[in-house]
């Protein structure tokens, strides 16, 4: 089990399709082709599979046009969804996608991919994880959860291992509300705090996970590429607006003093009216990280 379920992943995907920075995945062009097999990926926190989806076809354009995935997450119930959500995708794109009876196998004009999956809670395991030697580690929407120490022993093995990484949509910290309301910059400074809780790794990096892994992979001889991959949530996408909303508001609670209650209420309803005409945009702060041994 983990504080993510499907719905969730399934709202906020589009936004992070539309938010990442894909210019970078081209650079991963430069990793060797296998002769056999393809090039190996690790999706770490795959969740139901959204980075599998959004990476694949870029890699392939890259000149990967044989990928074996390996996804694993801790929660199985979000594994299992991995599949259906596959194959929905695929069908929507015409491309085959069958099962393996291991994993599956999704065959496009130009490139196919065996993916596979497994529950490992990579907290614990971060010493067992199958790393692809001379291959591609990846992470969405992770990093932020994971602390110092946990970060630090991951990159000295993938270096060990001769892995690349990409690691998409590291929230940074940034938010910005249009029409603002001036409990604003209170709640973000609460919201960032309680970011930074130990969220199973020990104390979380929070915003400032994508800065301290890209020092990190540098001292590690690492070249590292970044770049902006920000969430422009506008009222077309109300119901992310609502449910990111709602979330600010009860991780801005815990970390606020107990009278916190009526003015926190007072904000979320100024912006939950803002939602509701149609008016409200959000920009939520994340980066990209490319980097190549
Ligand atoms: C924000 S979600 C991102 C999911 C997916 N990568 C995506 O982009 O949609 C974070 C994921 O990390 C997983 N996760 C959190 N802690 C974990 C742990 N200790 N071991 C394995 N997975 C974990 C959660 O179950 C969840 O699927």
Redesign the pocket.
């Known amino acids: 089990m983990?504080?993510?379920n499907d719905h969730w992943?399934a709202l906020?995907?589009s936004a992070?399709s539309a938010a990442r920075a894909d210019h970078l995945v081209a650079t991963l062009g430069s990793l060797p082709v296998p002769a056999h097999g393809g090039l190996k990926v690790l999706?770490?926190?795959?969740?139901?599979?959204?980075?599998l989806r959004h990476l694949a076809p870029l890699l392939a354009a890259a000149g990967h046009a044989h990928q074996q995935w390996t996804c694993?997450?801790?929660?199985s119930a979000?594994l299992a969804r991995l599949p259906a959500r596959t194959h929905a995708w695929a069908d929507a794109r015409d491309l085959a996608c069958a099962g393996t009876g291991a994993g599956l196998h999704i065959q496009a004009d130009a490139w196919q991919a065996d993916v596979a999956w497994k529950a490992?809670?990579?907290?614990?395991d971060v010493n067992r994880l199958p790393l692809p030697a001379g291959g591609l580690v990846t992470?969405?929407?992770?990093l932020d959860?994971v602390s110092e120490r946990w970060l630090a022993i991951l990159l000295r093995r993938c270096r060990t291992a001769g892995c690349a990484l990409m690691l998409?949509?590291s929230y940074d910290g940034r938010c910005g509300l249009s029409p603002a309301h001036p409990d604003d910059t209170r709640v973000i400074g609460l919201v960032n705090r309680h970011q930074r809780i130990d969220?199973?790794?020990g104390l979380a990096l929070g915003p400032g996970a994508a800065a301290t892994a890209g020092h990190r992979c540098s001292v590690l001889g690492y070249r590292v590429r970044a770049a902006p991959s920000d969430w422009h949530i506008g009222p077309e996408l109300a119901e992310l607006q609502r449910v990111l909303l709602d979330g600010w508001r009860d991780a801005a609670a815990q970390m606020a003093d107990a009278d916190a209650a009526g003015w926190l209420d007072d904000w979320h309803a100024a912006h939950l009216a803002s939602i509701e005409g149609g008016t409200l945009q959000m920009v939520v702060g994340h980066m990209d990280l490319v980097v190549l041994p």
Request: charge should be negative.
């Open positions: 983990s504080d993510f992943l906020r995907a992070d999706d770490l926190g795959c969740g139901i599979g959204a980075n694993v997450d801790r929660d979000l490992m809670d990579l907290a614990v992470a969405s929407a992770l959860l998409a949509l969220k199973g790794f």
